[in-house]
C-alpha cells in the first residue's frame, strides 16, 4: 500500500476496479501532458474519448442510459486520480460529471435521459453548467437572466459567468428567472444543445491556473427553448441548482485531494535528492514537519470526501459533510501547494518545476461551486437545522 493510498477505506470490488483504471490512465496518460497544458493554455480533446470508453465520463450514469453504473465513492477516487496527474483534466470531467450529467439524470424526463446521456457518457458531447453570472455568483437565487413564456415556448436573455468547459461544450443545463425580484421560487431550470440560434460564446477566460480547463461567458439573445428543454417542475430550479451543487462540491473535494497528493509527491521526491548543510532536506524538522502536515490533512480530507460520498450513495442527507469535504479538502490543497513551493526554495518559483502550477490550481478549489465562505454558511445552517 502506498502513502497515497491512505487509510484503508471499505471499497467494493468496483470502486477498487474504477480507483485502478483511473491512476493507470492517469499516470501514463495525463501526467505526461499536465505541464503542456498548463503551459500552452491547450483543452485536452484527445482525452475526452477515451475517458468515455473508460467509463469516466458518465460515472454515476445507469447503465441503461449509456453509463457506468458507479457510485459516488468510485466517482471521487477517480476524480482524484485525474486530479493528481492533471488538475485540469479533472475538472473538465468532474464540471461534465457532476454539473451537467448529475441533474439531467435527478430530474431529467425519460426522453431528456434519453436524448442527452448516451452522447455525454461516451465523450461524444461535453456538458457544462449556466448558473452564475457577472453579477450573480454566490448569492445564486439573485438572477438576472430572464425567461419569458411565450405560448409554448420559453424566451432567454441574460449573460452567464465562469462556465467551466462553456468553450468546447455540447450541451448545457441553464438556469434562468421567471421574475428578478422572485427569489428562488423564481428560478427554472433548462437543458439544451449549445448550438442554438441567439447563443453566444465570450473569450475564453486567462486564467490563474487550472489553464487546460477552458472558462467563458455566454450570452443568450432571445433563445428559444421549449418545455422539452424544461428540467424539471417550472420554477423548481433552484433546488436543482443546489441538489447539483452538494454533489459537485464532493468533486471539487476528490479534485483538491488530488492536487494536494501531487504537491506532496513532487514536494517529497525534491526532499530526498536535495541536500543542505550535509544532509537531504527531509532529514532537517522543518521540513518534516511540513510533509508531516501535508499528509494529515491530504488523509483527514479523503476521510471526510469518501465519507459524505458514502451517505450520498445510500441515499442518507449528505449537504453538510459534502461543504465540510470541499472546504477542507480545498484549504488542504492550498496548504499543501503553499508548502510545496516553500520545500523547492527557489525552484518552487519558477516553471522549471510542477510546484509553482500546483499552487495556482489548488486556489481555485477554495472559490468554484461556492466558495469557502459559503460552504461555512452551508455548514453552520445545516448544523443548527439538524440539532
Ligand atoms: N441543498 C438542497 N436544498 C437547498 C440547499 C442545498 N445545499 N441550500 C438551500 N436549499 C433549499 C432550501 O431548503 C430552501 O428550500 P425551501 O424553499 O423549500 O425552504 C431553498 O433552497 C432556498 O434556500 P435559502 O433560503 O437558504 O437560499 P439562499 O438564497 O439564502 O441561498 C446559499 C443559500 C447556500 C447561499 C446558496 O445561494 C448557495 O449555495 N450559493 C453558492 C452558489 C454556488 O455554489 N455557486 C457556484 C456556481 S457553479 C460554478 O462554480 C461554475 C463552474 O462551472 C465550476
New binding site residues.
Partial sequence: MSWEDGFPFELSDEERMAQETARAFSKNEVLPLAAELDREHRYPAELIPKMGALGLMGACVPTEFGGSGLSTVAYCLMVEELAAACASTSIIMS?HNS?CIAPIVAAGSVEQKQRYLPDLCSGKTVGC?A??EPGC?????SLSCRVEKQGDHYIVNGAKN???NGPVADVCVLFATHDTAGG?KAVSAFVHPMEIAGLARGKKEDKLGIRGSPTCGLTYENVKLTSANLLGAERSG??VA??T??GGRLGVAAQAIGIARAALRDALSYSKERKTFGVPICEHQSIQNYLSEMIIQIDAARALTLGAARLKDRGAAY?RQAAMAKLYASEAAMFAAIKGVQIHGGYGYVSDYPAERHLRDAKITEI???TSE?QR??IASQLVKES
Fill in positions: 464540471a454539473l453548467f448558473l452564475s455568483g454566490s448569492d445564486a437565487a465562469w462556465i467551466t428562488h433552484f433546488k443546489m441538489s451543487l452538494n449537504i468554484y461551486e461556492g459559503i454558511i452551508v
